[in-house]
RNA sequence: UCCUCGGUAGCUCAAUGGUAGAGCAAUCGGCUGUUAACCGAUUGGUUGGGGGUUCAAGUCCCUCCCGAGGAGCCA
């Protein structure tokens, strides 16, 4: 009976055949280790050559590396193998040969790895990370139904661009400019009208030409949108969320972040509810760490890092000045040269992953900041709409899945927690 | 777009302006408990492309291409 390698425990004294790739062999004179990967984990499997016929016995003298292969033998448990069980095979069969694998058991640079990112994914830190990548989509999707959210996905292909400021794929739509999403936020908040409270999770897109570990031109966002939340409510959802999606991580990932030597004591503290400063304090923060910096100016990377690590929770970055954010924000009703955003930075050096504020409810405010920003009035018509027929204080926000992944599993770059990310200039495979 | 660093064997990297090397991979042989197994042997090169300086260039200069990191911008 083929069994999963992942279920091989509970077979402990039967007979079973495992299929699946040769993922390392070691073999002498008379018996072989045989490490085979069938995708829910990696099983050794021994050969004794006294054991097998001399067909199978030439058959793991011929498999290579990555070979697709098949073992019947009896499971059993022993603690030399790695992962606490092996197979005593009986038979072994190459089913299919594989010849001069680029990816071998030494190291590579990861120029090299990611021209071969369709094979990369096959070994075990890339499998660890894009299963915690895998585990926090669920949890986001388990997060929001939990909830009552209703799940509303946003066009990739639209008319504008959302906030006017960044740079955009452009594409070709019957003659006509067509450009691909950069957020899905405008499009949610008329179905706050229709639901309540709804959310998207999908590929966003920037055209930038960034090109650091931060940053992806092809990147996946999951954005929340209520309605009749406030800003303070918006700050708890984000808290809330952020909270839960780490606590899924370390209950169910335990094995991809043991791969991937984790320190999961970082995310252990993720728990309640995280420090909240202003603009204004972060300012004073980085001017007291000598940096030069004047109230206005935007965080780099340094500054983000510089914030983070002077918490141990992630911290919210609040009111900001009005003009460094996007048009559609509520000010504050205490200081209206400031808007109700928040960034959420992660620690670490991680940097924002969440950026979201209350929104702009009233018709004519929001009019004046279209014009403000030098947007055309027509293409945002049905987003004025909103405000015309009945009108509602709402709120939402954005998170960015690679980078909250990315800091799950302590990876440096965004690039391996995603399975075929865009970079600059970097499109194949 | 700008700044910095880099491109030598399939991979990871060495090589004062003076004979292009090692480890791993591959191939062959050896080894009954290996953990990136180990041991021996063999094979493997238009030094990213083009131009220049020089008796002589992987090495110095110019230029283009490609890659890595960062800045700006952002999630």
């Excluded at 829910?40 to 697709?68: F, L, M, P, Y």
């Excluded at 570990?213 to 409510?233: C, Q, S, Y």
């Excluded at 984000?238 to 999961?264: H, I, K, N, P, S």
């Amino acid at each position: 009976m083929t069994i999963p390698v992942r279920q091989l425990k509970s077979h402990s004294g039967e007979t079973v055949t495992v299929r699946g790739w040769l993922a390392n062999k070691r073999r002498s004179g008379k018996i072989g280790f045989l490490q085979i990967r069938d995708g829910s984990g990696v099983v050794q499997t021994v050969i004794s050559r006294a054991d097998v016929s001399e067909e199978a016995w030439e058959e793991v003298k011929r498999a290579t590396q990555e070979s697709t292969v098949r073992v019947t033998g009896i499971a059993r448990v022993d603690e030399r193998a790695p992962g606490g069980v092996e197979i005593q095979a009986t038979d072994f069969v190459v089913r299919s040969l594989t010849e001069d694998y680029p990816i071998t058991k030494k190291e590579h640079g990861t120029a090299f790895l990611m021209e071969h990112r369709h094979l990369w994914l096959r070994s075990s830190r890339q499998r660890a990370a894009l299963a915690v990548r895998s585990e926090v989509c669920q949890a986001i999707r388990d997060f929001y139904y939990e909830r009552n959210f209703t799940l509303i996905d946003s066009p990739i292909l639209t008319p504008t661009s959302c906030e006017g400021t960044s740079t955009l794929f452009a594409t070709d739509y019957f003659g006509e400019q067509a450009y691909l999403s950069q957020s899905g936020q405008l499009y949610l908040e008329p179905a706050c009208a229709a639901f309540g409270k709804v959310y998207c999770m999908g590929p966003t897109f920037r055209a930038e030409k960034s090109k650091t570990r931060r940053h992806l031109m092809e990147f996946w966002m999951v954005e929340p949108e209520v309605a009749f939340l406030d800003f303070e409510g918006a700050v708890r959802l984000a808290e809330e969320f952020v909270g839960y999606l780490a606590g899924r991580v370390l209950d169910r990932c335990a094995d991809q972040l043991a791969v991937l030597e984790r320190d999961v004591s970082k995310i252990e503290k993720v728990t309640g509810s995280f420090p909240r400063i202003t603009y204004r304090e972060a300012i004073e923060i980085l001017q007291k760490e000598g940096k030069e910096i004047a109230f206005g100016d935007d965080f780099g990377g340094e500054d983000e890092t510089i914030l983070a690590n002077a918490f141990d929770q992630p911290v919210f970055v609040t009111h900001f000045p009005v003009d460094m954010k996007a048009f559609y924000m509520q000010p504050d009703p205490e200081d209206s040269e400031l808007s109700l955003a928040m960034d959420l930075l992660a620690p670490e050096g991680y940097g924002e992953i969440i950026g979201g504020s209350q929104r702009i409810h009233d018709h004519d405010l929001l009019l004046e900041r279209l014009q403000q920003h030098e947007l055309p009035i027509e293409p945002f018509q049905w987003y004025l709409d909103v405000r015309k027929y009945g009108s509602f204080p709402h709120s939402g926000f954005g998170m960015g899945i690679e980078r909250f992944a990315a800091w799950m599993c302590g990876l440096g770059h965004l690039r391996e927690t995603i399975p075929y990310p865009r970079m600059l200039y970097k499109i194949y495979p």
